[in-house]
């Protein structure tokens, strides 16, 4: 945009707050105590079109439909849900009648779901994206980076779970 520039970013500041963070917070995972979760049941994003969510969901990403029922709490709404392997769900509402605008990022909000696949099943998943006409961006040669049809940043990554880019996350 024109007359706005970067925002001047202290790194040297930044950096020496994650270092603190580190020292103060992580332990060893030796020293971790077990977590207090089983995992992820399910995260749920919006949807505007139940099909084409279904659609894209199912015949592009290759996550099956798990089940579609009506939404507890608004009546007319749909609750349906994705298996995204492990025991782990991709669930959607759809809440027609209510005008909720598009997809935006807030603080607070979904910036991006990343979902682990092998690295096969991530040059497929590519090819099928590619050929749906999904705009990919490609980082570290194990990233994907896209949006679903209503908005929401996902990454499809092939490095195994609880590992990133070489490092152990998990």
């Not at 025991?87 to 909000?109: H, I, M, Q, R, S």
């Amino acid at each position: 945009m024109e007359g706005m520039s970067d925002p001047v970013i202290d790194l040297e500041r930044i950096n020496a707050e994650r270092d603190r963070l580190r020292q103060a917070h992580l332990r060893p995972s030796g020293e971790r105590s077990p977590s207090t979760a089983r995992g992820v049941h399910h995260i749920a994003l919006l949807s505007s079109d139940v099909e084409r969510t279904i659609r894209f969901y199912q015949d592009v990403l290759g996550f099956p439909l798990t089940d579609i029922f009506e939404n507890r709490d608004y009546k007319g709404s749909n609750h349906f849900f994705f298996d995204i392997g492990h025991g782990n769900l991709v669930a959607f509402f759809d809440f027609p009648g209510l005008d909720l605008g598009p997809y935006a990022e807030v603080l607070g909000g979904l910036h991006h779901l990343a979902i682990s696949t092998t690295p096969d099943e991530w040059a497929r998943a590519k090819a099928r994206l590619e050929e749906a006409g999904v705009e990919l961006h490609l980082e570290s040669g194990t990233s994907m980076y896209f949006r679903d049809p209503d908005g929401a940043r996902l990454e499809l990554i092939a490095d195994p779970l609880g590992e990133m880019y070489g490092n152990q996350v998990g």
